[in-house]
């Protein structure tokens, strides 16, 4: 079993920034890839950015591309997300999950059926 543990999120104004991180512990020696997705209201979950374990190597949906960046400190099983430049379309419950399943290509983890662990999520509002 992994646990995952997010920070907390909160309201920004648009353009400004925020980090989420993603505690994570249990077996987490198992784990190839974690992930960032999220879920606004009334629409389904959607892929934000993944990243690969072993190399730190990040992959981004096409919106975020340039504005948020994934990261990973291995010595504190910390997960990060980085969102600069922030819009109002960006509001929605965000979560960290991670995948026990390795060697697949990078769109397999962009389904939410690619995670078999999941946090809490956390709410990030955009205002206008």
């Known amino acids: 079993q992994v646990q995952l543990v997010e920070s907390v999120g909160g309201l920004v104004q648009a353009v400004g920034s925020l980090r989420l991180s993603c505690a994570a512990s249990?077996?987490?020696?198992?784990?190839?890839?974690m992930g960032w997705l999220r879920q606004a209201p009334g629409k389904e979950r959607e892929f934000v950015a993944h990243i690969r374990c072993s190399t730190g190597t990040g992959y981004y949906k096409d919106s975020v591309k340039g504005r948020f960046t994934i990261s990973r400190d291995n010595a504190k099983k910390t997960m990060y997300l980085q969102m600069n430049s922030l819009k109002p379309e960006d509001t929605a419950v965000y979560y960290c999950?991670?995948?026990?399943?390795?060697?697949?290509?990078?769109?397999?983890?962009?389904?939410?059926?690619?995670?078999?662990?999941w946090g809490q999520g956390t709410q990030v509002s955009v205002s206008s």
């Open positions: 249990g077996r987490t020696a198992s784990t190839y890839f």
């Open positions: 999950a991670s995948s026990s399943t390795g060697y697949r290509t990078n769109s397999y983890y962009t389904s939410s059926e690619a995670y078999n662990y």
